[in-house]
């Protein structure tokens, strides 16, 4: 027991306030919003691809709600997946990852297939690393371009605000998978 409480005040003595110098604690917050007047926006622009794999071994979207009448819906209204997708700098599933685009979809409409979409994309490797930016959409998936707000973000993407432009790159009707290109454009400070 008290090597456990031992470890527990060493892990308190040494956690790291900031992730690659942006100060994450209550206060580091505070100053950060108070010097936000002097701060310079900057437009960011990223690319990649996400793999929405619903029919698999292993699959990164998952059901978790219908309604009663999706199934009889021609549009599989109400249908619920969360999702955990690999985000990579190509379409092949085996290119180098990114990310990862976690969150949930549904189907919201009676007349078409169109999601609602809430997500983080979530950046695990390069410079964004430990970063995220947050969608919240309407995604008529298709469209040949679907525009997805960006609604905020953490770290250097704190106060994000942008647009996610989505294009299928490859989909299958049996198996519901997809790759889907997105071309991200955010301003932050």
Known sequence: M???LLMICLLKAI????????????KGVEKWFKNLPHATEKMTKL?????DTVTAKKPSAIQIA?????FQSPTLFGLLRMFDNSMTVQPDPNSKEIGRAEGIYGSASFEDIELLMTL??????GKYNGRTLSILGHNRIFH????LPIVGGSGVFRLARGIATAKTFWASNATQN????????????
């Open 144 to 147: 040949e371009y679907r525009e």
């Open 47 to 51: 690319h990649f691809y996400f793999h």
């Open 178 to 189: 997809a790759i889907v290109e997105y071309h991200v454009v955010v301003l932050h400070y």
């Open 66 to 70: 219908q309604a009663n009448i999706t």
């Open 15 to 26: 956690t790291i306030p900031s992730t690659h110098g942006l100060d994450q604690s209550p």
């Open 120 to 125: 983080n994309l979530v950046f695990t490797k």
């Open 2 to 4: 008290e090597k456990l």
